[in-house]
């Protein structure tokens, strides 16, 4: 079994620089690209910004830019979002995906996107 756990999330001042995580676990064989995307209450799903694990290339959505940085950890099988200057229009669940290869129960290779539970970032005062 293969998931993803993400932490980090809670109650944040605005202004605040909370540093989300998100780490994949089971029998992963390789990671393509991690990414972060978060929804607010009552909008849609949206992207933050992915990562390429070889190379580490790294896109973000124009309205993501300056505030949000995205980082990885290959050893770890990890990404993370830290987030600056929070304001309370941050406020969303933010998802972790992973692009990834993997072993299932019959010890086959194959292709996943997988999805974290979400963590909830509530920016208030």
């Known amino acids: 079994q293969v998931q993803l756990v993400e932490a980090g999330g809670g109650l944040v001042q605005p202004g605040g620089s909370p540093r989300l995580s998100c780490a994949a676990s089971g029998s992963i064989l390789s990671i393509n690209a991690m990414g972060w995307y978060r929804q607010a209450p009552g909008k849609e799903r949206e992207l933050v910004a992915t990562i390429i694990f070889s190379d580490g290339s790294i896109n973000y959505a124009d309205s993501m830019k300056g505030r949000f940085t995205i980082s990885r950890d290959n050893a770890k099988n990890a990404v993370y979002l830290q987030m600056d200057s929070l304001k309370p229009e941050d406020t969303a669940t933010y998802y972790c995906?992973?692009?990834?290869?993997?072993?299932?129960?019959?010890?086959?290779?194959?292709?996943?996107?997988?999805w974290g539970k979400g963590t909830l970032v509530t920016v208030s005062s």
């Open positions: 995906n992973a692009k990834v290869y993997f072993r299932d129960h019959d010890n086959w290779p194959q292709a996943g996107d997988l």
